[in-house]
C-alpha cells in the first residue's frame, strides 16, 4: 500500500548571481509552480500508484513510513538532481527514488514571466499493510 501526498512547500527558483564571490545562487520569488504535464497532481499519483513495487524484505518485516524526495525541475521541464531528505531505509529510499524518476515532463515554474528553475518535495508514504498505516498515522498526528 502506499499514500502520497504531493508537497507544495514555499520553493524558490533559483538565478545566477551576478556577483562572482557568491558561492549560493540568489533566489527568485516563483509566480507559477511547475505542473506536471501527464495529468497534474491526479497524474503524479496515478503513476506512482501504478508503478509502486514495494521491496518484498520491507514488507515481510513490517517497516514503512515518509519517504521524502526532492527534486529539480529545470527551465524545459525536465526533472534532475533526485535525492532523499528523509528516508527510512535503503531499499524503501531507492524505490521513491525510482518512483520520482518516472516524473519526467512538467511545465517549468515562471518567475515574472520568466522560466526559473526549482526544487520540488514530494512525500511518499509507505505502508505493509492497513493496520500498520493506522498506527503509523496515530503516531504521528501533530
Same mark, same amino acid.
Given at each position: ?25 540568489? /533566489?527568485?520569488?516563483?509566480?507559477? /509552480? ?17 508503478? /509502486? ?66 526544487? /520540488? ?22
Amino acid at each position: 500500500m502506499l499514500l502520497i501526498g504531493f508537497l507544495a512547500l514555499p520553493v524558490m527558483g533559483q538565478k545566477k548571481s551576478s556577483k562572482k564571490k557568491t558561492k549560493a545562487p540568489a /533566489m527568485a520569488v516563483v509566480d507559477k /509552480m511547475p505542473v506536471f504535464l501527464n495529468g497534474g497532481q491526479e497524474g503524479v499519483y496515478k503513476i506512482i500508484a501504478d508503478s /509502486m513495487v514495494y521491496p518484498k524484505s520491507a514488507k515481510e518485516e513490517r517497516v514503512g513510513g515518509k519517504v521524502l524526495v526532492k527534486f529539480n525541475v529545470d527551465t524545459l521541464g525536465k526533472t534532475f538532481d533526485i535525492g532523499i531528505v528523509e528516508g527510512i531505509r535503503p531499499d524503501l529510499d531507492q524505490e521513491a527514488i525510482r518512483l520520482v524518476k518516472l516524473l519526467k515532463k512538467w511545465s517549468p515554474a515562471l518567475s515574472k514571466g520568466r522560466k526559473v528553475r526549482v526544487e /520540488m518535495k514530494l512525500p511518499l508514504y509507505f505502508f505493509p499493510d492497513v493496520n500498520f498505516q493506522r498506527e503509523w498515522e496515530e503516531k504521528n498526528r501533530k
